[in-house]
């Protein structure tokens, strides 16, 4: 069994930051992309932002510049560096990992969702 554990949201005011951390942790073998999806209410969830197993990285349009993906391959982790937040960043936002098991199968997972309010 892996287990994808979020943390790091909050409610933030227009123009701050937040970091959000997932570790993984169960019976992996190899850990391939890591990323992060978003769900407003009323939308549909979209890709934020995703970083490979050689730290080649890909943002959604929205969150360019200001946004930062990275990943501790020695602990599992990936993290996203949220700044210069807006109203619209809000979400729940959902950890991903495409990884592979030590019985060698290969497998999707997500994170329990952690919710960035943005709000004055």
């Known amino acids: 069994q892996v287990q994808l554990v979020e943390s790091g949201g909050g409610l933030v005011q227009p123009g701050g930051s937040l970091t959000l951390s997932c570790a993984a942790s169960?019976?992996?073998?190899?850990?391939?992309?890591m990323g992060w999806y978003r769900q407003a209410p009323g939308k549909e969830r979209e890709l934020v932002a995703i970083?490979?197993?050689?730290?080649?990285?890909n943002y959604a349009d929205s969150v360019k510049g200001r946004f930062t993906i990275s990943r501790d391959n020695a602990k599992s982790t990936v993290y996203l560096q949220m700044n210069s937040l807006k109203p619209e960043d809000t979400a729940v936002y959902y950890c991903?990992?495409?990884?592979?098991?030590?019985?060698?199968?290969?497998?999707?997972?997500w994170g329990q969702g952690t919710q960035v309010t943005v709000s004055s």
């Open positions: 169960g019976s992996i073998f190899r850990i391939n992309g």
């Open positions: 970083i490979t197993s050689v730290l080649s990285t």
């Open positions: 991903y990992t495409d990884y592979v098991l030590r019985s060698g199968v290969r497998r999707t997972g």
